[in-house]
């Protein structure tokens, strides 16, 4: 399997500020057609997780532009140019090159 | 709008199998291109793919979950079902189904989940 592995695991921030979280793979997820096959969602406290980034750099719709997905490979990287407060919550980054899919261990935003 | 909801036993004793049903409406679960997925949440594992069925039928599963899980689906209903066999405590967790491009992940739209507790 590859594993995603996500740092930090907690990141306090101030509305206002920017804010940045790093995940790796264990496996290159660069796919031949040369998109990189890595997912950004966001839970929000008592709901499902939500698509922010797919395809390592793609914005899903509805998504608001100070969310930005970057890398390539095995090393990604989920910004926020000016952290909100209905940024609040956990956020995942997924892989979706090979069976079984998976996951990060998450990341908890919260606000100073 | 594609909405997906899932439903079944908020509880099962150990040993016995879960049987879930997710409703899928704004959208064919015939449609090509897509799959439908089962995906579970809980504390001490996070998030976990368990298998998906794709729009024509086919499934696969992660090999943690192969020998004890089934998806189907009933396309009459617009409902695909997940089948987990010989529960434990540790299958305890919140269930979601979600859907995704087949072959890819992007999952775009997801259940409320429904909390599964596993206990005598």
């Known amino acids: 399997d590859i594993v995603m592995t996500q740092s930090p695991l907690s990141l306090p921030v101030t509305p206002g500020e920017p804010a940045s979280i790093s995940c790796r793979s264990s496996q290159n997820l660069l796919h031949y057609n040369g998109y990189n096959y890595l997912d950004w969602y966001l839970q929000k406290p008592g709901q499902s997780p939500q698509l922010l980034i797919y395809l390592g750099s793609n914005r899903a719709v509805g998504v608001p532009d100070r969310f930005s997905g970057s890398g390539s490979g095995t090393d990604f990287t989920l910004k926020i140019s000016r952290v909100e407060a209905e940024d609040v919550g956990v956020y995942f980054c997924m892989q979706g090159l090979q069976t079984p899919i998976t996951f990060g261990q998450g990341t ?3 606000l100073k | 709008q594609v909405q997906l909801r899932e439903s079944g036993p908020g509880q099962v004793k150990p040993g016995q199998t879960l049987s879930l049903t997710c409703a899928v409406s704004g959208r ?3 449609t090509g291109g897509y799959s439908w997925s089962w995906i579970r949440q809980s504390a001490g594992r996070g998030l976990e793919w368990l298998g998906y069925i794709s729009h024509s039928g086919s ?7 192969k020998s ?8 009459s209903t617009s409902q695909f079902s997940l089948s987990l066999s010989s529960m434990t405590a540790a299958d305890t967790a919140v269930y979601f189904c979600a859907r995704s491009l087949t072959n890819y992940g992007k999952f775009d739209y ?11």
């Open chain 2, 28 to 30: 064919s679960i015939t």
């Open chain 2, 68 to 75: 004890r899980t089934t998806i189907s689906m009933d396309t």
């Open chain 1, 108 to 110: 908890r935003l919260e």
């Open chain 2, 110 to 120: 997801w259940g409320r989940g429904i909390l599964v507790t596993v206990s005598p």
């Open chain 2, 59 to 65: 499934t696969d599963y992660s090999p943690s979950f």
